[in-house]
């Protein structure tokens, strides 16, 4: 069983930095993405950033220039580094894992990310 432990939420202020880390554990395929969502109150979860295990990236609109994701493929690990963070961006944040080569998805419990001004 892949279980996520997510890490680094807290409580910033506007302009300031945070950075999240995921741990996956457990047997997870050669061929995946892993991946930070966000979901605001009363609004849908959303993406946020992506990265296949050939790197490639993707990131929503609204964080492109100021979040940079990353992993460390032999700990199983993604990271989320957060800047210039704004209020909006105030949420909470959940790890995915999809597991092209097993045909899974996993998330993790979540993250809180509060960001005032």
């Known amino acids: 069983q892949v279980q996520l432990v997510e890490s680094g939420g807290g409580l910033v202020q506007a302009g300031g930095s945070l950075r999240l880390s995921c741990a996956a554990s457990g047997r997870i395929g050669s061929r995946n993405t892993m991946g930070w969502y966000r979901q605001a109150p009363g609004k849908q979860r959303e993406l946020v950033a992506s990265i296949t295990s050939g790197s490639s990236t993707n990131y929503a609109d609204s964080v492109k220039g100021r979040f940079t994701i990353s992993r460390d493929n032999a700990k199983n690990t993604v990271f989320l580094q957060m800047n210039s963070l704004k209020p909006e961006d105030t949420a909470v944040y959940y790890c995915?894992?999809?597991?092209?080569?097993?045909?899974?998805?996993?998330w993790g419990q979540g993250t809180q990310v509060t960001v005032s001004s």
């Open positions: 995915n894992v999809v597991d092209s080569s097993w045909y899974q998805n996993y």
